[in-house]
């Protein structure tokens, strides 16, 4: 009232930070982008940034938030002169509008993203035999998340209730920072969280 204290909010200028999972591309599970799009849709964002988070974080949907680098919908002219001549190098994604994260209905399971999930590991080849997803050689699709923290065990847990559901084998390790960097260093890893 004697406005000795004033209360001013300052916009954040600064560009993005990232933090996402990230999948070792060195193994075979993980190579078809239809694998990695169906866990993706399988991580609930509104749930957990409304129950785990409280309300505080805002999706990124680039490495390169807040800065002019960042791809917001269809290519301009001037992209497309430079990216046609790689048309038959690069993928059909790059001439259509920036993709953007899926958003769920908020409840912890949204059966639609679920659903198309699914719908891209079967087309994958992982198809349902009884609980458990598996290619055509029989082999089950395991992922296990390498944690250096339990503070994103609670993070995780309802993530991988989702990634069961589709049929996945999903666990997480929690090891000491010096197993976790000397993994990293070797990529004896499937998925870990990472920030950048």
Do not use: C, H
């Amino acid at each position: 009232r004697d406005k000795r204290v004033v209360l001013e909010e300052f916009p954040l200028r600064s560009q993005g930070v990232m933090q996402g999972f990230i999948f070792n591309l060195r193994r075979d599970k993980f190579q078809d982008i239809r694998v990695r799009r169906a866990m993706g849709l399988a991580f609930d964002f509104q749930w957990s940034n409304a129950n785990l988070f409280y309300g505080l974080y805002q999706r990124t949907e680039s490495f390169f938030e807040n800065s002019p680098l960042k791809a917001e919908g269809a290519p301009s002219a001037t992209e497309l002169a430079l990216l046609e001549p790689l048309r038959s190098e690069i993928s059909p994604d790059a001439f259509k509008p920036a993709a953007l994260q899926p958003v769920s209905d908020g409840s912890g399971a949204d059966r639609k993203l679920l659903r198309q999930a699914s719908q891209l590991l079967e087309d994958a080849g992982w198809k349902i035999e009884g609980t458990q997803r598996k290619n055509a050689n029989g082999e089950k699709l395991s992922v296990e998340f390498l944690l250096d923290n339990p503070v994103f065990e609670r993070i995780l847990t309802p993530y991988l209730k989702n990634l069961q559901l589709l049929g996945i084998d999903a666990t997480m390790r929690t090891i000491d920072d010096a197993q976790y960097q000397l993994r990293l260093k070797t990529f004896d890893f499937d998925i870990v969280s990472a920030r950048f």
